[in-house]
């Protein structure tokens, strides 16, 4: 909570090379912007005008936002901040990095044109937050290539190759695939779906189908799973879990694309995630079989009544007849 209020006026994905210095002196007012300039940035940094491509003032939060023009300077800075933060003029400001080091643009390639964008969105909620809505990239004439951008920012994964979840770089929704890249992304195996090392070192004999470690997928004969959730009793089209996913992503909310669900933690190559998905569907077809069995209830309910209107009816006739033929 402390964290959120401190960068309330921060945008979602972060600002790159910047860095926050908010006053925390309670008895004394914080310093103006030339004496902050002078001292702090000039004096006690060693910064060069040259090196700063912004320095503005944040009034809302006390607080000066220190762009850099490179990614080595802003690093440079916050280790020095980490090794003297108890020292110095710095001890009046808590200083903390306003970027985000997980911010990706995503480009992703179906082969399918006519797969919705809210699909492939949905899909990317799966690992990544924030996912954006799809930008469909254009050739020099104005023709869509096929390719769409997404702004992203990878979860953390401290069993992963650089502490990130990835998503898969190649993939399938139903029966088209699909591809996906962006900088900085680790080497991805096309054979054992894999990050961390690439097909021409991969050592590893694994279908991309079932996870087996005895064949390829050419040579796979088990029946075919969800691409979705991994579940084998049904395929993507009649997944309950991307449905409601893509409602959640069309309905033009968090929709998986940036939704608060637990982290996948335990995933390691980008391509996990099988368990979690099983429980999200055996949830939402429980939830399904109760609400048919509340109505077939209300079903049963309602006959009851009219049997019970009917009889009542015919006992009125009855009792019409039997008064009649007594007068």
């Known amino acids: 909570m402390e964290q959120q209020k401190k960068n309330r006026a921060v945008p979602t994905i972060g600002l790159a090379n ?10 004394r007012e914080p310093w103006g912007r030339e004496t902050f300039g002078r001292n702090i940035l000039m004096g006690y940094l060693k910064l060069q005008v040259k090196e ?18 490179t990614e080595e300077r802003h ?3 916050m280790k020095k901040v980490r090794e003297e933060k108890e020292e110095g003029p710095l001890c009046h400001y808590a200083v903390t990095s306003l970027a985000r080091n997980n911010f990706r643009v995503v480009t992703v390639t179906m082969y399918n044109p006519h797969v919705k964008d809210e699909e492939v969105r ?11 809505s799809a930008r469909h990239l254009r050739d020099s004439l104005g023709f869509w290539n096929g390719k769409r951008g997404f702004q992203a920012l990878l979860r953390e994964s401290p069993k992963s190759v650089d502490g990130y979840l990835h998503p898969p ?6 029966a088209d695939r699909g591809t996906l890249y962006y900088a900085r992304q680790p080497p991805f195996c096309r054979r054992c779906m894999a990050y961390g090392h690439t097909l021409a070192s991969c050592s590893i004999k694994r279908c991309r189908f079932c996870g087996s470690e005895g064949h390829e997928a050419r040579e796979c004969d088990e029946p075919k799973a969800c691409h979705w959730c991994g579940a084998k009793d049904h395929l993507w089209r009649d997944c309950l879990a991307r449905h409601r996913s893509y409602a959640s992503a069309a309905g033009g909310g968090a929709g ?33 079989k109760r609400r048919e069995e509340g109505k077939s209830g209300k079903e049963e309910e309602k006959k009851a009544e009219e049997r019970e209107g009917a009889c009542g009816d ?14």
């Open 18 to 27: 910047t860095v926050r210095f908010a006053w925390i002196e309670k008895e």
């Open 122 to 132: 949905a899909f990317l909620g799966r690992y990544m937050e924030n996912v954006s």
């Open 314 to 327: 015919l006992r009125g006739r009855v009792d019409s007849i039997e008064k009649r033929r007594g007068a």
């Open 256 to 288: 998986d694309g940036g939704s608060k669900e637990r982290p996948r933690a335990d995933c390691t190559d980008g391509t996990g995630e099988k368990k979690a998905r099983e429980e999200d569907v055996k949830k939402e077809e429980e939830r399904r």
């Open 52 to 69: 700063v491509l912004c320095l503005q003032g944040n009034p809302l939060e006390k607080a000066f936002d220190v762009t850099l023009y």
């Open 75 to 77: 690093d440079g800075i």
């Open 169 to 174: 770089a190649m993939f399938s929704l139903g």
